[in-house]
């Protein structure tokens, strides 16, 4: 049985604006065990991005605010820790990879030298062990001719490249975990597939916990183990990723299947099934479940009361009232 | 370059043609007659046609002499010698003071936004901005020299103090000469006039950094530094600050120019024996040869400067490099 590697708590972070309060997220639960990885998807703006700054220390403060909550990391409260302490576990024991390769690269340094930083500041390494170990990086990230690709310029490579720079620069020094937001939304289909199968390969030969981030089930059914579905700052679901491909229970997970496209014998049309209506608004939370107002399956009580995150068989969770007896 | 170089010398040459004036006349003195005002403009080579002047001008020009000054009969380029590295000195010190101070105070201002401290340094950098520099000095040496007696009010070196000349850069000199007691003296001296000097471009190094830093800030690659654990030092000023550099660079480069032609107020209270008081004093008296060429070598500094800057860019921003 391996050992859970990060649990998060109740995590509730808020935004404080001029517009008012934004509860980005709101009382987030997961564990994440070691060598797993995990998945958590939902539309834009429904937290998942801001739980993983969160967990990190990296959200912008002011405004942004953690209100409550732990994020226990092998043992420690990372919540708990000074700015300093923060630092030394960022890049080192847990990095992350960011959904725009092509800009998140500083323009005016050199590939090698952005990898070998981390190398230098958490490592100690000097320039040539630093230098050999990065090449060494990009060799496992399969760049072609690492020698020669080590002085190149961010400018310099393509949008799948420069992913998998970032891949080396979260791997370099051996983290325990690796959060990756949105790691192939910006690239094309083809270079998702290979940065998907090299993240899953590294994670299996390094060991390294995966966050995976994404709003692609198509991505969460060919690399996580489990799944946590949010929606509006909550978590509304929980599942391993047959069952919850096999048999999606809450709504909104039922209406995310419904508008991916499948392959359609020719003459047969069918329309996708989209979720209708928007992501309500942050600052003003409706009353109730907050997916009722988009839900097909909602009854009066849905409006009235949020249902809390309910046991299912098979150790799964759901936020629906429908789930309440079983 | 050298086709700015060719334009600026025209320019420069015909334009001091339309300050009215004799100088022949101002030699001479009002009484003096024609014939012998006649005699002077013949021998200064005024008495041909403006082309044929310029021809002369350039022809001396491109073997380095820039003629010689009607009032003292020395040759141009040895009072340069003597005026001109108590200018540059001034000017280096003040865009020094202004790089170093202004871009510390701008990177400050971006990274505590709306802070006391960015409210209070981008007041200081409106008062700096329009602030008469004469008024500012003359507050400086009251203040700093008069009431507190800590720096010296005027000079560049204090007069029983000797340094042997070997570039005219009096703190380069000393340096050189391991003159120490000088080289303090020297220091004091330049602190209050390179301060007055430096409160604009300073002003306008803080503005242009603090903008072009926010600018930076929010971009994905800050991100992704602050999530490799780096201090907020090495984020700001290695990886932030480096992305904004051209805009401040090119405030830099054009500011020293400014400088150069605009330490003459500086100059003048301070009493500092530098260009900028040796071309007013040209132009009052029709020394054609003095102000075509004090102008000439103040053009040709900027122009260097900021073809340095050009050179600059392509060292910060490697996308500008051309394979």
Request: a neutral charge; glycine letters at 8%; hydrophobic letters at 45%.
């Amino acid at each position: 049985m391996p050992k859970t590697l990060l649990e998060v708590k109740g995590l509730t972070t808020h935004f404080f604006t001029d517009r008012g309060v934004a509860r980005a997220v709101d009382d987030v639960n997961f564990e994440l065990l070691e060598g797993e990885t995990l998945s958590i998807v939902g539309e834009s703006g429904c937290g998942k991005s801001v739980t993983a700054l969160s967990i990190m220390g990296l959200i912008p403060h002011p405004p942004g605010k953690i209100i409550s909550g732990s994020v226990h990391f092998n043992g420690t409260n990372l919540l708990n820790l000074s700015e300093r302490e923060m630092r030394r576990i960022r890049g080192n024991k847990i990095s992350m990879i960011f959904q725009e390769p092509m800009t998140s690269l500083n323009p005016v340094f050199k590939i090698g030298d952005q990898i070998a930083e981390v190398l230098k500041l958490h490592q100690n390494l000097n320039k040539k062990d630093a230098r050999d170990r990065v090449i060494d990086l990009l060799n496992q990230v399969r760049i072609p001719s690492p020698e020669e690709r080590v002085n190149d310029y961010p400018h310099q490579m393509s949008g799948g490249m420069r992913q998998r720079v970032m891949i080396a620069i979260a791997l370099a020094c051996d983290p325990k975990m690796i959060i990756a937001d949105e790691p192939t939304t910006a690239l094309d289909v083809t270079i998702q597939a290979q940065i998907l199968s090299l993240m899953d390969h590294l994670s299996k030969s390094t060991g390294t916990s995966i966050l995976l981030i994404t709003h692609d089930l198509g991505v969460v059914a060919e690399t996580a183990k489990n799944v946590v579905v949010m929606y509006a700052g909550r978590v509304v679901e929980k599942a391993d990723v047959k069952s919850l491909f096999d048999d999606p229970l809450h709504p909104y997970t039922i209406g995310l299947m419904g508008s991916i496209p499948g392959i359609v014998a020719k003459d047969k049309k069918i329309r996708l099934d989209a979720i209708p209506g928007t992501v309500p608004n942050l600052f003003d939370l409706p009353d109730g479940c907050r997916f009722s107002r988009r839900c097909k399956d909602a009854f009066e009580r849905c409006y009235k009361e949020e249902p809390e995150l309910f046991d299912y068989k098979g150790g799964r969770k759901v936020r629906c009232w429908k789930y309440e007896e079983a | 370059m050298f086709p700015t170089m060719f334009g600026v010398s025209v320019l420069i040459f015909f334009m001091i043609q339309l300050i009215p004036g004799d100088p022949a006349l101002l030699i001479l003195g009002e009484r003096a007659t024609e014939s012998s005002l006649k005699a002077v403009r013949i021998n200064m080579g005024l008495d041909k046609p403006l082309h044929v002047q310029y021809g002369k001008f350039m022809y001396k020009l491109v073997q380095g002499d820039l003629g010689d000054s009607f009032r003292s009969n020395e040759p141009v380029t040895k009072e340069i010698a003597i005026f001109f590295p108590a200018t540059i000195e001034l000017s280096l010190v003040a865009i020094i003071i202004a790089s170093f101070v202004g871009m510390v105070a701008g990177v400050i201002s971006a990274t505590k936004q709306y802070s006391i401290f960015d409210y209070s340094s981008m007041v200081f950098s409106i008062m700096g901005i329009s602030m008469p520099i004469f008024w500012l000095g003359l507050i400086f040496i009251l203040i700093f020299s008069v009431h507190l007696g800590w720096l010296p009010i005027s000079g560049r070196l204090s007069a029983h103090m000797e340094v042997e000349l070997v570039t005219g850069f009096v703190l380069l000199d000393s340096l050189i000469t391991k003159n120490w007691a000088a080289f303090r003296d020297a220091f004091w001296h330049i602190l209050l006039p390179g301060f007055t000097l430096s409160t604009i471009p300073m002003a306008l190094v803080a503005r242009i950094t603090r903008s072009s830093m926010l600018e930076v800030l929010r971009q994905d690659y800050i991100r992704t530094a602050n999530a490799k654990g780096l201090s907020p030092l090495v984020v700001h000023y290695k990886h932030a600050l480096r992305n904004a550099l051209i805009p401040i660079v090119t405030v830099i480069g054009l500011s020293f120019g400014i400088l150069m032609g605009g330490a003459v107020l500086t100059e003048t209270v301070f009493a500092w024996p530098g260009m900028g008081l040796w071309i007013l004093n040209g132009v009052y008296s029709r020394d054609y040869n003095v102000v075509q060429g004090g102008v000439l070598l103040i053009a040709f500094i900027f122009i260097l400067v900021n073809t340095v800057v050009d050179i600059l860019y392509v060292w910060i921003n490697p996308r500008i490099r051309v394979n």
